[in-house]
């Protein structure tokens, strides 16, 4: 299609699109309010050049699935923003999304589901990871994120089997809700490069995907700090969670429970106040 918006209204109850076949078109934007199910792909009609869709807005009983036709070095298909009021929405491997907010209406968490598939990031020139707000709702993630701020909800970072490269998150600030950190990282450790843990609970201690290595920090002046009614739980049994070189954690009042494979430098990068 041809348009410069696409707006299914909520009195629309049918599928559009499958799976292997989805709505191909780069609009200005799109707003799906229908409660059936949408396959829609970011694509231009020559698919060897770029394509953006500038806004996704979702209102939405039903589902959304959400593509990229090319994504690499040379062309990319960019879904610039996507919206997410109220729906369920798949947002698909390989798929160039460079912002995503989750904003319930009314702050009902339930209102949003959003599942994000592996290697969600920006492949051409210069490559870029997305960046994320969300105020409530549950969040299924296996991507690398630039910005990720966190005011509430359910956050799991990673799934089980599904093993890819470059499971990073360059800042991570957090105001409320739990945010489960269970990367598989196949490639160098998998890390959160800056931390504002104002709130909330960052829980590193679960079964899954437990044999891979984790590091909190990512140099000088990239640092983790956990503030008084927060809660960072590295209590791993299994492979090990370390403080980077040059980065410091440090405790202004919350609570940080560890495990026996927790590496801490105590004399150079911890400080309790």
Not at 13 to 33: K, M
Not at 244 to 265: D, H, K, M, P, Y
Request: proline content about 2%; aromatic content about 6%; overall charge negative.
């Amino acid at each position: 299609l041809n348009v410069d918006l696409l707006h299914v209204k909520s009195s629309y109850a049918q599928n559009i699109g499958t799976n292997s076949l989805p709505i191909h078109l780069e609009p200005d934007a799109v707003i799906y309010e229908g409660s059936g199910v949408m396959y829609l792909q970011c694509s231009a009609a020559n698919a060897s050049s770029d394509s953006t869709i500038n806004e996704v807005i979702v209102n939405s009983a039903g589902s959304l699935y959400l593509s990229s036709d090319v994504n690499t070095a040379a062309e990319t298909a960019e879904i610039t923003l996507a919206h997410i009021a109220k729906g369920t929405v798949y947002i698909q491997d390989d798929c160039n999304l460079r912002n995503l907010r989750i904003v319930p209406t009314r702050g009902n968490s339930s209102n949003v589901v959003v599942d994000i598939g592996q290697t969600c990031s920006r492949e051409k020139a210069t490559a870029a990871n997305m960046n994320i707000y969300m105020q409530s709702g549950t969040l299924t993630i296996d991507s690398p994120v630039n910005t990720f701020e966190v005011y509430d909800g359910t956050i799991t970072y990673g799934d089980s089997g599904s093993a890819i490269t470059g499971l990073d998150i360059t800042t991570l600030r957090m105001y409320a809700g739990t945010f489960n950190w269970q990367p598989d990282d196949t490639g160098d450790d998998a890390f959160i490069g800056s931390l504002w843990l104002y709130g909330g609970t960052l829980d590193a201690s679960g079964s899954v995907n437990n044999d891979r290595a984790l590091v909190l920090g990512n140099g000088a002046g990239k640092d983790i700090f956990v503030y008084t009614g927060a809660t960072l739980n590295i209590n791993r049994d299994s492979a090990a969670i370390t403080v980077a070189g040059s980065s410091e954690l440090i405790n202004l009042g919350g609570t940080i429970t560890v495990g026996r494979n927790v590496q801490l430098a105590l004399t150079e990068n911890v400080s309790w106040y």
